[in-house]
């Protein structure tokens, strides 16, 4: 089975600090996501990844990015985090090798205060 | 100010009932959909997928149907069980690379009476 992993289930933290989401993923997945939901918006995609150290900007991007160091690690930076910022943060990884199925991580319930 | 999300469309239905979730999908190029359920406080799991060279296909219990000239989707749940009480997310996608990315419905939620 497919297992993706977030790093926190739930988060609090305050206006102006730099937030580390982290995302690992153990199926040799090529390609990751970070997705923001909230209610009644559904699943808005913020960046992906095709590989390592490649990053690609989703829907909306601004106020965050991105970092792929390693295949299985896919890690989201709120570089200075805004109350507009809350929100379940859901990670997700595919195969490369066909099939567009996403393994979603359980997310994380960040509160910016 | 904050704004205020939108209410999600809500299915009730009694246990051991059929119950039909619907979706209009947006892009007449997609070529793939699935069908997600999330329970709360849960990540995404996929339930059941459909090409877009098929009009019907069937998991256990469950059944999606694709009508590519009104572009919905509907997946249909036998003898509903409280279990399946979750939000229900369609996704479609147009291909390879880049246009793989899923776009994904706003949700419905199913809340099943004992």
């Known amino acids: 089975d497919v297992k993706v992993t977030q790093s926190s289930r739930y988060l609090v933290k305050r206006t102006g600090e730099k937030v580390f989401l982290e995302c690992v993923q153990d199926?040799?997945?090529?390609?990751m996501f970070w997705y923001r939901q909230d209610p009644g918006l559904g699943l808005r995609l913020i960046y992906f990844?095709?590989?390592?150290?490649?990053?690609e900007k989703g829907d909306i991007p601004e106020g965050y990015s991105v970092s792929r160091e390693k295949k299985e690690r896919f890690s989201l930076i709120l570089e200075s985090a805004s109350t507009n910022q809350t929100s379940m943060y859901l990670c997700?990884?595919?195969?490369?090798?066909?099939?567009?199925?996403?393994?979603f991580g359980p997310g994380t319930r960040l509160t910016v205060l | 100010g904050e704004s205020v999300g939108l209410h999600l469309p809500t299915l009730s239905v009694q246990e051991g009932d059929n119950s039909i979730i619907n979706c209009a999908y947006s892009?007449?190029?997609?070529?793939?959909f699935i069908w997600y359920k999330q329970e709360s406080g849960k990540g995404p799991q996929f339930i059941i997928d459909?090409?877009?060279?098929?009009d019907k296909r069937q998991g256990q219990r469950v059944t999606v149907l694709l009508n590519k000239t009104v572009k919905h989707l509907s997946l249909q749940i036998a003898a509903t069980q409280p279990g399946d009480s979750a939000v229900y997310f369609c996704a479609e996608t147009m291909g390879g690379g880049s246009q793989g990315n899923l776009i994904f419905g706003k949700g419905t939620k199913l809340s099943v009476k004992p």
């Open positions: 990844s095709y590989d390592v150290k490649m990053k």
């Open positions: 199926m040799d997945h090529e390609n």
């Open positions: 892009n007449s190029a997609s070529d793939y």
């Open positions: 997700a990884s595919r195969s490369g090798a066909g099939g567009f199925e996403q393994f």
């Open positions: 459909i090409r877009s060279n098929m």
